[in-house]
């Protein structure tokens, strides 16, 4: 059974840049939440997709979007790439109507220059 | 609004010595309370959880007691091993018209020497 996978693993941009991330959630799970996770911090949740729509979001500029397709696999993208935003991208999964556990994937680790 | 406050780190024990990292929150209501380990190099995984007050979440030797009256969820480990050297986040989740969030503290570097 496989858990949530993320891709690339690692990318370095520059800024200004626009950088798009992926997410194929974990078997049997519909809903997607995407963290961004600062060097020494802790995960700060962006937003979450249920059924290809944003349900939430966190804190964080427009500069940030997302999708989810028929599939549940969900991608981030972020334009005008900023030093700020060099960070692990987690990608975390779970059921919509479960709400005790998100099982999260290992991440993209993003480098602005 | 909601927060979660961990003890600082790093904290470094040596093996079989017995583990305290602290947390504590802030939120409306009765949240449920979770730990989550990172090892390096890997996402976050769910060490225990605990759903009400006074409930007791425990896995691989791992503890944790809801407590409502001073609103502290502390990890413990009787003895704790070389493998147990992680990251440790306490989290709380939030609930808002069905969708969840997860909100974390800040993380506590544990690093156990042989």
């Known amino acids: 059974d496989a858990g949530v996978t993320q891709s690339p693993t690692h990318l370095i941009k520059t800024r200004g840049q626009q950088v798009t991330l992926r997410c194929s959630p974990k078997s049997g799970h519909d809903t997607v939440s995407w963290y961004q996770q600062a060097l020494g911090q802790g995960p700060q949740f962006i937003f979450q997709y249920y059924e290809e729509e944003e349900r939430q979001r966190g804190n964080f500029p427009d500069r940030f979007s997302g999708h989810q397709f028929p599939n549940y696999s969900s991608e981030l993208n972020v334009n005008a790439l900023l030093l700020g935003d060099s960070a692990l991208y987690l990608c975390?999964?779970?059921?919509?109507?479960?709400?005790?556990?998100?099982?999260f994937g290992p991440g993209t680790r993003l480098t602005v220059t | 609004g909601n927060s979660v406050t961990q003890m600082e780190g790093p904290v470094t024990l040596s093996e079989e010595a017995f583990l305290t990292i602290n947390c504590t929150y802030t939120?409306?209501?009765?949240?449920?309370l979770f730990w989550y380990v990172q090892y390096p190099g890997e996402g976050l995984q769910l060490l225990l959880k605990?759903?009400?007050?006074?409930d007791k979440g425990s896995n691989k030797g791992f503890e944790a007691t809801y407590r409502k009256e001073t609103t502290s969820f502390h990890l413990e480990k009787g003895s704790v091993q070389v493998s147990d050297s992680a990251v440790y986040f306490c989290?709380?989740?939030?609930?808002?018209?069905?969708?969840?969030?997860?909100?974390f503290g800040q993380g506590t570097r544990l690093t156990i020497n042989p």
């Open positions: 605990a759903t009400k007050a006074d």
């Open positions: 939120a409306t209501g009765y949240p449920s």
């Open positions: 989290a709380l989740r939030k609930v808002i018209q069905g969708a969840q969030k997860l909100v």
């Open positions: 975390a999964s779970t059921l919509w109507t479960d709400y005790y556990e998100q099982y």
